[in-house]
Nanobody
Framework: VQLQASGGGLAQAGASLRLSCATSGWSFSGDAVGWFRQAPGKEREFVAA????????NYADSVKGRFTISRDYGKNTVYLQMNNLKPDDTAVYYCTRDTSMINIKAMRLNRPWGQGTLVTVSS
């Protein structure tokens, strides 16, 4: 199972970016797919997740109202639309998958992770 995260970059505060998480050799069917982020010197933290079949979503309080997670069945891809970016959003963003919403919100390294994409927000 390979997850490929992309879409990071440099943005000014208040701007938007969209991250993508695509899979190869695996279908997201039946999974929950989520995003975590890790800022320098900090632990990796949950950002958002979506169940592939039902489309149920969950967000960290710090991103509610600004970030939107969605999925594209045809492209087997999950997106994280990030609006009104803040300098505190600066981090490496990782996508991951697990079997349920409860499981994916837990921080575990022993499951598939994408390679990470860097988001830098300047003030």
């Amino acid at each position: 199972v390979q997850l490929q995260a992309s879409g990071g970059g440099l943005a000014q505060a208040g701007a938007s970016l969209r991250l993508s998480c695509a899979t190869s050799g695996w279908s997201f069917s039946g999974d929950a797919v989520g995003w975590f982020r890790q800022a320098p010197g900090k632990e990796r933290e949950f950002v958002a997740a979506i169940t592939w079949s039902g489309g149920f979503t969950n967000y960290a309080d710090s991103v509610k109202g600004r970030f939107t997670i969605s999925r594209d069945y045809g492209k087997n891809t999950v997106y994280l639309q990030m609006n009104n970016l803040k300098p505190d959003d600066t981090a490496v963003y990782y996508c991951t998958r697990d079997t349920s919403m409860i499981n994916i919100k837990a921080m575990r390294l022993n499951r598939p992770w994408g390679q990470g994409t860097l988001v830098t927000v300047s003030s």
